[in-house]
Protein backbone atom coordinates (compact mmCIF):
# COMPACT_ATOMS: atom_id res chain seq x y z
CA UNK A 1 0.00 0.00 0.00
CA UNK A 2 1.56 3.39 -1.10
CA UNK A 3 1.91 5.79 1.38
CA UNK A 4 0.39 9.21 1.31
CA UNK A 5 2.06 12.47 1.61
CA UNK A 6 0.85 13.23 4.61
CA UNK A 7 1.99 9.63 6.08
CA UNK A 8 5.35 10.60 4.68
CA UNK A 9 5.21 14.35 6.18
CA UNK A 10 4.24 12.34 9.74
CA UNK A 11 6.89 9.66 9.30
CA UNK A 12 9.60 12.70 8.72
CA UNK A 13 8.73 14.32 11.72
CA UNK A 14 8.66 10.92 14.06
CA UNK A 15 11.81 10.03 12.47
CA UNK A 16 13.33 13.64 13.28
CA UNK A 17 11.59 13.76 17.09
CA UNK A 18 13.52 10.63 17.93
CA UNK A 19 16.63 12.55 16.78
CA UNK A 20 16.64 15.63 18.36
CA UNK A 21 15.55 13.38 21.94
CA UNK A 22 17.93 11.42 21.56
CA UNK A 23 20.80 13.21 19.99
CA UNK A 24 19.76 17.03 20.01
CA UNK A 25 18.54 19.52 17.03
CA UNK A 26 22.55 19.74 15.37
CA UNK A 27 22.05 15.76 14.66
CA UNK A 28 19.39 16.56 12.37
CA UNK A 29 20.49 15.43 8.65
CA UNK A 30 17.96 15.45 6.08
CA UNK A 31 19.98 12.57 4.49
CA UNK A 32 19.63 10.48 7.60
CA UNK A 33 16.31 11.38 8.00
CA UNK A 34 15.34 9.87 4.00
CA UNK A 35 17.44 7.10 4.75
CA UNK A 36 15.21 6.28 8.37
CA UNK A 37 12.37 7.02 6.44
CA UNK A 38 13.33 4.95 3.20
CA UNK A 39 12.59 8.13 1.25
CA UNK A 40 15.28 10.07 -0.65
CA UNK A 41 16.36 13.39 0.73
CA UNK A 42 14.55 15.77 -1.56
CA UNK A 43 11.23 14.22 -0.31
CA UNK A 44 12.21 15.60 3.08
CA UNK A 45 12.87 19.25 1.89
CA UNK A 46 9.67 18.79 0.05
CA UNK A 47 7.44 18.62 3.24
CA UNK A 48 10.41 20.78 4.95
CA UNK A 49 11.93 22.84 2.70
CA UNK A 50 14.39 23.91 5.71
CA UNK A 51 15.86 22.73 8.66
CA UNK A 52 14.34 25.99 10.34
CA UNK A 53 10.86 24.77 8.79
CA UNK A 54 11.75 20.68 10.27
CA UNK A 55 12.13 22.72 13.63
CA UNK A 56 9.46 25.09 13.92
CA UNK A 57 7.17 21.98 12.82
CA UNK A 58 8.86 19.69 15.37
CA UNK A 59 8.61 22.21 18.47
CA UNK A 60 4.87 23.29 17.30
CA UNK A 61 3.43 19.48 17.29
CA UNK A 62 5.31 18.85 20.60
CA UNK A 63 3.96 21.82 22.67
CA UNK A 64 0.57 21.61 21.04
CA UNK A 65 0.18 17.45 21.72
CA UNK A 66 1.93 18.43 25.10
CA UNK A 67 -0.98 21.12 25.73
CA UNK A 68 -3.91 18.90 24.76
CA UNK A 69 -2.52 15.88 27.49
CA UNK A 70 -2.49 18.10 29.99
CA UNK A 71 -5.59 19.53 29.27
CA UNK A 72 -7.02 16.02 29.28
CA UNK A 73 -4.76 15.41 33.06
CA UNK A 74 -6.64 18.18 34.32
CA UNK A 75 -10.27 16.91 33.05
CA UNK A 76 -9.35 13.47 34.07
CA UNK A 77 -7.46 13.79 37.42
CA UNK A 78 -9.21 13.68 40.50
CA UNK A 79 -6.91 15.78 42.72
CA UNK A 80 -3.50 17.83 42.21
CA UNK A 81 -1.05 14.75 43.48
CA UNK A 82 -2.45 12.40 40.50
CA UNK A 83 -1.90 15.57 38.20
CA UNK A 84 1.43 15.59 39.45
CA UNK A 85 2.07 11.94 38.84
CA UNK A 86 0.79 12.44 35.20
CA UNK A 87 2.88 15.00 35.02
CA UNK A 88 6.07 13.89 36.33
CA UNK A 89 5.72 10.26 34.45
CA UNK A 90 5.72 12.44 30.78
CA UNK A 91 9.23 13.44 31.52
CA UNK A 92 10.10 9.96 32.92
CA UNK A 93 8.93 8.57 29.51
CA UNK A 94 11.50 10.38 27.70
CA UNK A 95 14.31 8.59 29.69
CA UNK A 96 13.08 5.51 29.93
CA UNK A 97 12.74 5.17 25.96
CA UNK A 98 16.51 5.45 24.75
CA UNK A 99 17.79 7.98 27.39
CA UNK A 100 15.63 10.32 25.81
CA UNK A 101 15.50 14.63 26.85
CA UNK A 102 12.16 16.31 26.22
CA UNK A 103 12.48 18.02 22.98
CA UNK A 104 12.14 21.93 24.35
CA UNK A 105 14.92 20.93 26.92
CA UNK A 106 17.02 19.17 24.67
CA UNK A 107 16.77 22.46 22.04
CA UNK A 108 17.10 24.93 24.88
CA UNK A 109 20.63 23.81 25.46
CA UNK A 110 21.28 23.93 22.05
CA UNK A 111 19.42 27.58 21.83
CA UNK A 112 22.32 30.03 20.21
CA UNK A 113 22.48 27.44 17.19
CA UNK A 114 18.79 27.46 16.41
CA UNK A 115 16.99 29.38 13.97
CA UNK A 116 15.51 32.63 15.05
CA UNK A 117 11.88 31.17 13.95
CA UNK A 118 12.39 27.74 15.66
CA UNK A 119 13.74 29.67 18.95
CA UNK A 120 10.31 31.54 19.47
CA UNK A 121 8.50 28.12 18.93
CA UNK A 122 10.40 26.40 21.45
CA UNK A 123 9.87 28.68 23.78
CA UNK A 124 6.38 28.17 23.89
CA UNK A 125 6.95 25.09 25.79
CA UNK A 126 8.29 25.90 28.98
CA UNK A 127 5.41 28.78 29.35
CA UNK A 128 2.89 26.15 28.43
CA UNK A 129 3.87 24.04 31.05
CA UNK A 130 4.86 26.68 33.02
CA UNK A 131 1.04 27.87 33.42
CA UNK A 132 -0.60 24.39 33.27
CA UNK A 133 1.29 24.11 36.77
CA UNK A 134 0.02 26.89 38.18
CA UNK A 135 -3.62 25.87 37.28
CA UNK A 136 -2.93 22.97 39.46
CA UNK A 137 -1.02 24.58 41.72
CA UNK A 138 -4.59 27.52 42.04
CA UNK A 139 -6.47 24.42 42.01
CA UNK A 140 -4.49 22.89 45.29
CA UNK A 141 -4.37 26.33 46.86
CA UNK A 142 -6.65 29.00 45.61
CA UNK A 143 -5.73 31.28 48.65
CA UNK A 144 -2.18 31.81 47.53
CA UNK A 145 -2.19 34.85 44.74
CA UNK A 146 -1.18 33.87 40.67
CA UNK A 147 1.97 35.25 41.37
CA UNK A 148 3.07 33.03 44.15
CA UNK A 149 1.89 30.19 42.10
CA UNK A 150 3.42 30.97 38.95
CA UNK A 151 7.03 31.55 40.63
CA UNK A 152 6.39 27.91 42.44
CA UNK A 153 4.90 26.64 38.66
CA UNK A 154 8.40 27.71 37.25
CA UNK A 155 10.51 26.46 40.11
CA UNK A 156 8.63 22.93 39.74
CA UNK A 157 9.05 23.43 35.77
CA UNK A 158 12.89 23.67 36.00
CA UNK A 159 13.43 20.80 38.58
CA UNK A 160 11.79 18.35 36.73
CA UNK A 161 13.30 19.50 33.83
CA UNK A 162 16.85 19.39 35.65
CA UNK A 163 15.97 16.28 37.00
CA UNK A 164 15.71 15.06 33.36
CA UNK A 165 18.90 16.03 32.33
CA UNK A 166 21.17 15.32 35.18
CA UNK A 167 19.37 10.96 34.85
CA UNK A 168 20.09 11.17 31.45
CA UNK A 169 23.87 12.60 31.98
CA UNK A 170 24.13 9.67 34.41
CA UNK A 171 22.15 7.51 31.87
CA UNK A 172 20.57 6.38 35.26
CA UNK A 173 16.65 6.42 35.47
CA UNK A 174 16.60 6.34 39.28
CA UNK A 175 18.63 9.14 39.64
CA UNK A 176 14.98 11.41 38.24
CA UNK A 177 12.80 9.07 40.83
CA UNK A 178 15.12 9.67 43.87
CA UNK A 179 14.97 13.62 42.47
CA UNK A 180 10.99 13.34 42.31
CA UNK A 181 10.81 11.46 45.55
CA UNK A 182 13.23 14.63 47.13
CA UNK A 183 10.94 17.02 45.48
CA UNK A 184 7.61 15.04 47.50
CA UNK A 185 9.50 15.56 50.77
CA UNK A 186 10.67 18.87 50.65
CA UNK A 187 7.14 19.83 49.41
CA UNK A 188 7.85 21.00 45.55
CA UNK A 189 5.37 19.13 44.39
CA UNK A 190 2.25 17.03 46.01
Not at 23 to 43: C, M, P, Q
Not at 132 to 152: D, G, Q, Y
Not at 168 to 189: E, F, M
Amino acid sequence: MAKTKSDMREAVLAAARATVQARGYTALSFRELAKDVGIKSASVHYHFPTKGDLGVALARRYTEEGAAYLEEVLATAPDPHTCFDRYVAIFRAALANGNRMCLSGIMSAELDDLPEEVRREIERFPRMNIAWITRVLAAANPSASEEASSERAMAIYAAIAGAQLIARGRNDISVYDRAIKAYRVAGLIA
